[in-house]
């Protein structure tokens, strides 16, 4: 074999061997890299084919295409191209043949191994010339075209192609020098700026040699900015960029001056496969510190990156232009608009194994696509059923899917907590004027900075404090001693997840809190709250994520080759830029992070969350559309509050008057918890006692040596746990000794958490603590958005009103920029057509949005549940759902029928699902059951009375429908079995009910319950061995709306709430003081449109088509309320 090799493949072999598979790899060095590729490849015998020209004894059938790859050793044996070729290798007619690199180098090209099909590629010390000889002599189909490589050398000639094209540059100029004559040429330079040929570069300016080959790039900088020069070079370890005061230009060489673009500090690298597929991510600009980013595994850090569909077009045209089907460009976004600043010929990306798989497949079916009819070989090209996105819905006609709008609450998370005190120190007025708090009259600090400032502030006082002693100065020392002790907290301040907030008083305290004696004292103060913990959880980012796995199931596609992995069909429509997807997340650090791990699972991404949420996630608190400002609650919110706690206060059981007044829906959950209470300040005492008890348990454990320095969940001390509860314990009762009710949310946030997390300390009485904190909960929780049908809808408005206007946008944009170009999608085959594509717009937001939007979904008149059953049912379902978990889901799924006509009321379908997310400790005996994600048209209803809504998936066994009366006992701390059917294709049969039974065996075409059940891992790898809760599957409330129905709707709850906010808007305008109800108004001003889609125009006005360059938003930032100003509320003209 080796011998064979080392001839260069020169010896012909006797006319026996033709049935050998061919695959030649280089020479003895190699045996042991060989054995392991063998291992993936089907083990085809490895074998050097000489020439292959007496082939008329071969029947044409048994052929095999034969791929050569010709290209420097480095490069041919590298990872990606081994991952690749082993992938190329299952296609059956194919097989590949490595040309060793001696023979490149050292013999004539006669003597080269024979192949069909060439991948060959130009690198340092590779002899182009030889292989364009090569590639004249044989005639193989080329995979990359080998004279245009000539061009790929010279960044000249990459510009001028680039621009022959139409495609976007920076503005530049060549400077052409004479090596034998430096001095001639056409450069002035100034202190400031460089003249070539006449055109004025001012600094920043980029400066780069002609040849491609050549990486010393250098960027001068202005003396504004310092001076000097950065230098960008190969990356050699961890640095691939140095920073010089050198600020003239180079004297020698022919370079290419052109103006630099300021982007957000990422370049983005696409790599194309052909014109139709591209993989796009961004890694740190070298040009920012040099610094190259590095992960725990020490490759470079590169983040996932969407494509806008003119860069889509961009990538089709360099693909094109250059000739080379596996091509990688170099993006830079900046301005809102995308420039071309270099072409790279042949690269692949570095390990993602879905670009090998999809890099594989492309190339494998172009090359049977060419060669397969010549060769006889009997091959189509597979219908790739991922391409369009055609399903059957509910009612059993075909649709495509066209748009996915989700409304998702966060993930698990620490207990949220904060304090409260009045500051009167010149320091923090000095603070509060500094980053303008005058201007509204309040302030959020969240940055490190802004904390260190009030850290030092509490450290300063807390020793002027300590020569003092009496008990005022107590008090207040005890709540500086917590303010310093929370901001030191985690050693270094990650904003994400601290904030403290000052509100301006002009005559002092407003009323004494609980916590605060009447010590009334004249003149302004502010009011300090800090707020921590909230974050999201180990367990939270493992829901986020597996949800985003699930989430894929939802999108039609991944049959064929990809029906092991679920979802792909969604991957596919990504990267094939048919998949319009935006992510918008709340400005709390949690709903971001659980943004970016839902995304991470969504689109299958590897890494970390940080970059992913700098690249994908929106900050969507512009305007309110997912930000709620809790101090600010409506007149009307705090009304319900204050007849909610007059009902809670009373010492006796709850009379049918309670009932009317608290339940007035008549919700069996609330009914049930009430029954449970019975008298609520009795439940009341029995919580407070429960708490001390908690409390004296903990402290008896901080005696004991032994658990003294225990580590609980997400790092939390014994110590830090006491303090939680000892101060619920005293913000509970109230000096007066009535409760304050507006603590049971905390208590249960906490009892949920530490029987989740903690259950390992084997507190006692823990569990009754959380039932009965859970009862109160379940009637304080929702009802704080209102008690009667109009309340809840007057409160919802008032904060999903801007959030409607966007999804009522996102369902209107789907079919308004497309009817322009639309092909049928069977004749848009093989055309790729820009236009057509599911829009998917993901919103996470916390638990106040979810509660209203689902208030008005369920109260603003969508459907009248007396004439729709199918919505009397899910209203039903609804209303005993006791509680919207971490990672409650909203879906709007929207449908297009292609054979309806476009104007008819028919053409678009709108279904809305729900689930109610992570599933609670003990709730499986009384859940309620709704009617299976999707379920069958309702003429089948009978053969399938339960839809198997809750069927475990973690047991694969055929899908019987479970009977209701038992229990459904769910593997607790079962690791994620991902078996074959979670997310499979499948449906109760509808025509054959006895086939349904045996389980996979039956064909079925689309699932009553595709949206799996999630079950992650049980977090074994994260802190402790908390267990990660499965999460509900999503169940279908109505699937057969029409597109005008829900616009219609939509369009009477966002007016109706305009008209009463004019209302009050004209009685508060006078009435400005420091506790303006300032974020409830916003979803009415015009807002300041920073590029982003969410600029919330009336409906009625046309529509711009085509979406905006993300980037104009993301490298924007979160930008600042607007609703600062007291002026900008009154100002809606539209």
């Known amino acids: 074999m080796s011998e064979a090799c080392a001839g260069g493949g020169g010896a012909i072999h006797g006319r026996g061997h033709r049935d050998v598979p061919h695959f030649v790899v280089g020479c003895e060095d190699d045996e042991q890299h060989m054995g392991q590729m063998e291992g993936g490849m089907k083990n085809k015998v490895f074998s050097v084919e000489g020439e292959m020209e007496d082939e008329d004894d071969e029947s044409p059938s048994e052929r095999q295409i034969v791929v050569g790859i010709c290209s420097m050793m480095k490069k041919s044996k590298s990872k990606p191209m081994t991952q690749i070729l082993e992938r190329l290798c299952k296609f059956d007619y194919i097989d590949v043949v490595i040309f060793p690199e001696e023979v490149i180098l050292d013999e004539p090209v006669e003597n080269w191994p024979l192949c069909d099909c060439l991948i060959s590629f130009h690198s340092k010390g590779f002899p182009l010339d030889k292989a364009v000889e090569y590639a004249k002599l044989r005639n193989p189909l080329l995979i990359n075209d080998l004279n245009m490589q000539y061009f790929i050398q010279d960044r000249r000639e990459v510009y001028r192609i680039l621009q022959e094209e139409g495609i976007d540059l920076p503005r530049y100029a060549v400077l052409n020098r004479d090596p034998n004559n430096p001095e001639e040429c056409n450069l002035v330079e100034g202190e400031d700026h460089v003249e070539v040929n006449g055109e004025v570069f001012p600094k920043p300016f980029v400066e780069k040699p002609v040849c491609a080959e050549d990486h010393n790039v250098y960027i001068y900088y202005p003396t504004s900015a310092g001076g000097g020069s950065q230098r960008l070079f190969r990356k050699i370890g961890s640095r691939s960029s140095v920073y010089s005061p050198e600020s003239s230009v180079r004297k020698t060489g022919s370079y290419i001056y052109e103006e630099f673009m300021p982007t957000d500090g990422t370049d983005v690298k696409v790599y194309t496969v052909g014109p139709d597929y591209a993989h796009a991510e961004a890694r740190k600009s070298p040009a920012l510190d040099g610094k190259v980013e590095r992960d725990s595994e020490g490759k470079e850090i590169r983040y996932p990156v969407m494509l806008t569909a003119m860069e889509k077009l961009v990538a089709r045209k360099v693909c094109l232009a250059f000739k080379q089907t596996v091509c990688g460009f170099d993006l830079l976004r900046a301005n809102g608009h995308s420039f071309v600043c270099d072409v790279n010929g042949f690269s692949f990306v570095k390990n993602s194994m879905k670009y090998y798989d999809d890099c594989a497949k492309v190339l494998g079916n172009m090359v049977m696509r060419e060669l397969a009819p010549q060769f006889h070989i009997p091959w189509s090209i ?47 007025f000095e603070l509060f004027e500094k980053y303008g708090g005058y201007k509204s009259g309040k302030l959020k600090l969240k940055k490190p900075k802004q904390l260190q400032e009030v850290l030092d502030i509490a450290r300063l006082l807390l020793v002027e404090l300590g020569q003092h002693n009496d008990c005022e100065i107590e008090e207040k020392k005890s709540k500086l001693e917590q303010l310093k002790t929370v901001l030191e907290m985690y050693g270094h301040f990650s904003g ?60 039609p596609g991944g049959q064929g080759d990809y029906a092991g992995f679920p979802g792909c069909g969604l991957l596919r429509l990504h990267s094939t830029y048919r998949h319009d997807l935006k992510i918008y997340a709340s400005d709390e650090g949690r709903v971001q992070m659980t943004a970016a791990a839902f995304a991470k699972g969504l689109l299958a991404l590897e890494g970390e969350l940080t970059p992913i949420l700098v690249q994908m996630v929106k900050s969507a608190n512009m305007n309110g559309l997912l930000d709620s400002d809790s101090d600010s609650l409506t007149d009307c919110q705090q009304k319900v509050k ?49 708490i001390q008890s908690l409390t004296s348990q903990i402290r008896k454990r901080l005696e004991d040596p032994k658990s003294a320095d225990l580590q609980l969940y997400h790092s939390e001390t014994l110590e830090l746990m006491l303090q939680r509860w000892s101060k619920l314990e005293r913000d509970f009762r109230m000096k007066s000794g009535r409760y304050d009710i507006s603590k049971i949310p905390d208590i249960y946030d906490c009892i949920k958490y530490d029987t989740q997390h903690n259950a390992s300390l084997g507190l006692e009485d823990t569990l009754e603590l959380f039932r009965l904190s859970r009862a109160l909960a379940d009637i304080v929780i929702p009802q704080e958005y209102g008690i009667s049908k109009a309340e809840k809808l007057d409160i919802a408005q008032a904060y999903c009103v801007p ?30 057509s820009p236009g057509r594509h599911v829009r998917t717009r993901l919103y996470f937001t916390s638990e106040s949005h979810v509660h209203s939007l689902l208030s008005i979904f369920r109260y603003g008149g969508l459907l009248d549940e007396e004439k729709d059953q199918q919505w009397k049912q899910a209203m039903d379902y609804l209303s005993a759902v006791t509680e919207l978990n971490y990672m409650t889901q909203i879906v709007i799924m929207l449908y297009e029928d292609n054979n309806k006509d476009p104007s008819s009321e028919e053409r678009f379908h709108v279904e809305l699902h729900f689930s109610p997310g992570v599933k609670g400790c003990e709730d499986e005996e009384n859940v309620p059951l709704g009617f299976g994600f999707r379920p069958a048209s309702s003429e089948n209803q009978d053969k399938q009375p339960n839809q198997g809504s809750l069927e475990d998936l973690s047991q694969d066994q055929p899908d019987q429908a479970i009977p209701i009366s038992e229990p459904i006992t769910i593997q607790r701390r079962c690791p994620m079995i991902r078996n074959r059917k979670t997310g499979s294709m499948e449906v109760l049969s509808e025509t054959s009910p006895t086939q349904s039974t045996k389980g996979s065996s039956s064909y079925r075409l689309f699932p009553s319950r595709q949206s799996p059940e999630v079950k992650p891992a049980s977090g074994l790898g994260f802190e402790g061995c908390s267990m990660v809760p499965s999460i509900y599957p999503l169940e279908t409330l109505h699937n057969s709306l029409s597109l005008k129905q829900v616009d219609e709707f939509l369009n009477s709850v966002c007016e109706s709430s305009t008209e009463t906010h004019a209302k009050t808007m004209k009685a508060l305008s006078g009435l400005f003081d420091s506790q303006s109800q300032s974020s409830l108004y916003s979803p009415q001003q015009p807002l300041s449109s920073s590029g982003s889609e969410t600029s919330l125009r009336p409906p009625s006005r046309p529509l711009w088509y085509g979406s905006v360059p993300s980037s104009a938003v993301s490298s924007a930032g979160p930008s600042s309320p607007t609703t600062e100003s007291p002026s900008l509320h009154f100002s809606f003209t539209e």
């Open 496 to 555: 994400i997840n601290r904030k403290v907030q000052l509100t301006y008083l002009p005559n002092g305290q407003l009323k004494a809190s609980s916590e605060e004696e009447d010590s009334q004292k004249e003149g302004p103060s502010l009011l300090l709250v800090l707020k921590w913990g909230g974050e999201l959880t180990p367990a939270g980012r493992v829901q986020a994520e597996e949800l985003g796995r699930a989430f894929r199931c939802m999108y």
């Open 382 to 428: 597979p219908m790739e059923a991922e391409d369009i996105p055609i399903v059957p819905t509910t009612s059993g006609t075909m649709m495509e899917l066209r748009c996915v709008i989700a409304i998702i609450r966060h993930g698990d998370r620490t207990p949220k907590q904060k304090m409260k005190m009045e500051v009167r120190h010149p320091l923090f």
């Open 803 to 832: 959030l409607l206007k966007k999804i009522q946008l996102d369902l209107q944009r789907t079919h308004e920029d497309e009817a322009v170009n639309k092909l049928h999608p069977l004749y848009s085959r093989g055309v790729m």
């Open 642 to 690: 204050a007849r909610l706690h007059e009902i809670m206060q009373k010492n006796q059981s709850f009379t049918q008057e309670d009932y009317q007044k608290l339940a007035p829906t008549g919700s069996p959950s609330l009914v049930n918890s009430m029954d449970l209470i019975e008298n609520p300040v009795k439940t009341c005492d029995k919580v407070h006692a429960l």
